[in-house]
């Protein structure tokens, strides 16, 4: 007797298989990732438990999660639209980090002398073309010189980083902060309202919501959304179509990055109110928020979901790092493993996998 | 190991998904014998050779060597039971030279300098079959007979005795068609045995011992060449009569409406791809242009219809000159294009069909209101070509790559044809269909003609061409060899402007 592996080409994937593929991928990475805590001779099952409980099992919990949640979902949604366009968009991270320099300067310059109400708005607004115009450069790189975006959106992110450090150990250095390389402390006028008794910045919130709404009509609904999905799907069809591959892949990057943006300006001006280390304001959200796309299948809604249950995982992640005594790298593995999982389910929705016995003669 | 003296294939099925590609075949092939393999695009000739070369495996059925049941897991074991396959498409390196093609996964080559101990024996087989190679061009700079001859070589310096050629001359000419043949004709001589996938009646007749003819995955019918003729084996290959001759009512051309003056394009890799072509196209005019692929047809087309850019000369339509103009430019100037490699250019794979009915249109009034674009008018759009272009579809609610080829040129052919064009471009628009969606095509084409659509549709297939065309231009390393009338036009003059030679 002898296993026989036969690959099929699948033509269409059901929606129920598509959910079942999800659901197996998923647990299918949390074994692999219960592996791994097992290697570290810890209980996999109460090291999930601990993730789960410490995310979602608590008041507190589920305020934090709600609050990591929101740079992910803002991040996530805008890289859906990204990877609809086959635009790799490895960069959110920096985006985020120029809308939190963009919002800083506002912040600081025109917030002791501007009313809640107007700062607010323009913060966000300067947030948004931060991100946006940092995301323009690779997409302009891309269309006119072909350079491969996911390299140069990659070293912007350590270009953004370092900017950032400079700013803030050098001329934006706050003289309130006792040495500490942060930018003064944001006045009032400039920080955002945080829900009570937590560090949820709802108006961040809702503009994520929001936003995810939009750019679910966006992709499915307009002319502009569906000369993406056709340069997206084919570049050929696209360009025998007549579609301007320039203006529309420049305009959605600038879209993609100015999501991020809106993140960086809630991280400053809702949870630290200063410009700090690029490490402190963004945790590789704009890293984490490439698996939530991916596990919204690049649904901007859908990414609502996904962006709170990754969230969840930092959470939980922090969680058991104190619990357990795990290092703090755990996180990033978890991520990395369920990624991983999720890419592979694609495999099974693209392809029937026959397994057979054959006799040897 | 021994050689093949019989080679029977036993009873294979083959399913894909719910399809049935092969159905229960069974033949057998001996050595010195050509045989012909007859179907229609999608009959599953190719699956079955596929089998055969072990590229695929068969779900039910078994091989046999001179009357032993063999399995054969990968290609690589087919060849080295003696089993070789040419594929319509080459499996070429295109910077390397002819010898190191060759040499390239040969077992007998030495680790190194390799192409040095292969050119050699590729001369001892080039004197032996007449195979004219010369082993230190680069593929690149070979024609696509030329290559096909270096497969062969490379199959027989492999030690294949069975050789399977699929679609061996769609890339030829007709005069290169004759000289392969008589390379056939040696290698059976020598003890070879053959298999000449094709569905071309024509080629088989002329080169076949045998003929086996397929339809839907099985077998529908064996004979001798001599035992039989074009009209049966197309009754066989269709399951109907076909009729050969199109009649083709005369009408009086109409007014002007494309004028392309000296006109050149560079290539991928050349500078002129084209070299200062002139033609015209009237109204109620089918203009076609012959010619091997590759000679600059391509890039003539893309540059009509706005997919490159002209270095010089002029393309007019309706005496305004859009020479570089954009394609949404060109499309909303009323040219249509039916895009050659359809799948590739022509559609959007995983949107559904109503998305693909509006592709190059969607911006248009009638399907757009401001950003948004108006999905009930799209739909009742894509309704209206997949009933009346008799599109077999699911519903319009389907991704488009579930449909078949045909039903998929159809639709293509529909959305370019309701937006009432006044140009219609059509490249190789039959190409790899079935007989019944390539004579719905060809009627089509005919209907607009006589409807006031000027038509400019580039072929290779000459048959397509002299059923058609009112005009015929044949293309040659990016010029026009001359342009002929129909009627005073034969197959054997268009066959040498083809290969080279003015009119």
Known sequence: ?361 | MKKIEKLEMVEISKYFHTTRANYKVSFSIESGEILGLLGENGAGKTTLMNILYSLIQSDEGEIRINGETVRLHSPKDAIQRGIGMVHQHFMLIQNHTVAENIALGFEEAPFFFPAGHVAKKIEEFSRIYGLKVNTQEKIWQLSAGEQQRVEIVKALIRGVDLLILDEPTSVLTPQESKELFSILRRMAGNGHSIIFISHKLEEILSICDRVLVLRRGEIVGASSVQSTDKRKLARMMVGRDIIFDFEKEHIERGPLILEVKELIVPGDRTERAVKGVSFKVYKNEIFGIAGVSGNGQRELIEVITGLRRASGGSILINGKDITNASARLVSDQGISHVPEERIKFGIVPNLFIYENTVLKRHHNKRFSKMLFLNYQTIKSHAESIVKDFQVTAPSINTPIKNLSGGNIQKLILGREITGEPTLLVAAHPTYGLDVGATEYIRRQLLERRGKGIAVLLISEDLEEIFELCDRIAVMFEGEIMGILPTQEANIEDIGLMMAGSRK
């Open chain 1, 1 to 361: 007797m002898k296993l026989r592996i036969r690959i099929d080409h699948r033509i269409d994937a059901s929606p129920s298989l598509q959910v079942t593929v999800l659901l197996f991928s998923l647990l299918a990475g949390l074994f692999t990732v219960g592996m791994v805590f097992a290697a570290s001779r810890v209980n996999p099952f109460l090291a999930l438990w601990k993730i789960f409980s410490g995310s979602f099992g608590s008041l507190y919990g589920i305020k934090e999660t709600i609050t990591k949640a929101i740079p992910l979902i803002l991040i996530g949604s805008g890289l859906a639209l990204a990877f609809r366009a086959r635009f790799w968009n490895i960069g959110a991270e920096s985006q985020l980090l120029m809308g939190a320099i963009c919002a800083t300067w506002i912040g600081l310059n025109w917030g002791p002398r501007l009313p809640g109400p107007i700062i607010i708005p323009a913060m966000f607004l300067a947030g948004f073309l931060g991100g946006a115009l940092w995301a323009m450069f690779p997409a302009l790189l891309k269309v006119k010189f072909g350079i491969n975006e996911v390299i140069s959106t990659l070293m912007l992110n350590y270009v953004a980083a370092e900017l950032l450090t400079l700013l803030i150990v050098g001329p934006w250095k706050g003289v309130t902060q006792q040495g500490f390389p942060y930018t003064d402390d944001f006045p009032a006028s400039a920080t955002l309202p945080l829900l009570y008794g937590s560090r949820i910045h709802y108006t961040t919130l809702i503009i994520a919501v929001f936003a995810c709404v939009l750019l679910f009509m966006l992709i499915y609904s307009t002319k502009f959304g569906y000369e993406l999905r056709v340069i997206g799907e084919n570049i050929e069809a696209a360009r025998y179509a007549g579609i301007d591959f320039m203006r529309n892949t420049v305009i959605m990057m600038l879209i993609s990055g100015g999501m991020a943006g809106i993140a960086g300006v809630g991280e400053v001006a809702g949870i630290h109110h200063h410009l700090t280390y690029p490490q402190a304001i963004s945790s590789g959200y704009g890293f984490t928020a490439i698996i939530v796309a991916w596990l919204a299948k690049l649904n901007p809604i859908a990414a609502i979901a996904s962006g709170l249950f990754f969230a969840g995982i930092l959470v939980g992640g922090d969680a058991i790092q104190i619990s357990l005594g795990l290092p703090a790298a755990t996180v990033q593995v978890f991520n990395g493993i369920l990624l991983f999982f999720l890419i592979m389910g694609d495999f099974f929705l693209n392809n029937r996998v026959i397994l057979s016995l054959e006799r040897k003669e």
